[in-house]
Every structure is written in structure tokens, then in C-alpha cells.
């Protein structure tokens, strides 16, 4: 079943290349949506498509790609949104 989910993730995750680090393993999951930086310092994902596969990539996001130090992320169940990518913003 297709869903999407916005997680907020904290840390050094801002100039380690998570957003790069993300699309590509969504990539690898199906998975569409963006991942972005916020003025926080944060970076927010949403991702669209197969719920397990979400639930792997956010299994994923947890720790990021080496570089990066994920203390914290937050993320609930949205609205579907029609992604035909996943896109770094």
C-alpha cells in the first residue's frame, strides 16, 4: 500500500551529504519525494511509496550515511502525495 511520511531528522546532518545520502537510498527503495534542508539546521524527508520499503528507509535515516551524526528523528504519517522522484531541495 502507497504512503508517504515526513520524518524531521536532528544532528549533524547538514554538509555530511545526507540529503545526497537519502536520495540515493531511496533510490534503492522505490521511493520518491525530497529531502531538504532546514534553517534549524535540521533536514526534513518526505517519502512516498511502499510502506515497508518506508519503513526500511527510515530504519536508514536513523543513522544516516558515515559522515553524519543523527541525534534525533521525528517522523508521522501524512497525507499521500503524488511524487513522480525523489528530489534534493
Known sequence: MNVSYIAHISG?????YF???SQQQ???????GYARNL???DVEVLL???EENIEKML????????QAKVTE???EKVPW????????G
Open 73 to 75: 528523528i521525528q517522523h
Open 12 to 16: 549533524r546532518v547538514q554538509g555530511v
Open 39 to 41: 534553517a534549524d539546521g
Open 81 to 88: 502525495q503524488e511524487h513522480h522522484f525523489f528530489s534534493i
Open 59 to 66: 530504519l536508514w535515516l536513523a543513522h544516516g550515511p558515515e
Open 48 to 50: 512516498c511509496g511502499d
Open 26 to 32: 531511496a533510490i534503492e527503495y522505490s521511493l520518491s
Open 19 to 21: 540529503r545526497a545520502s
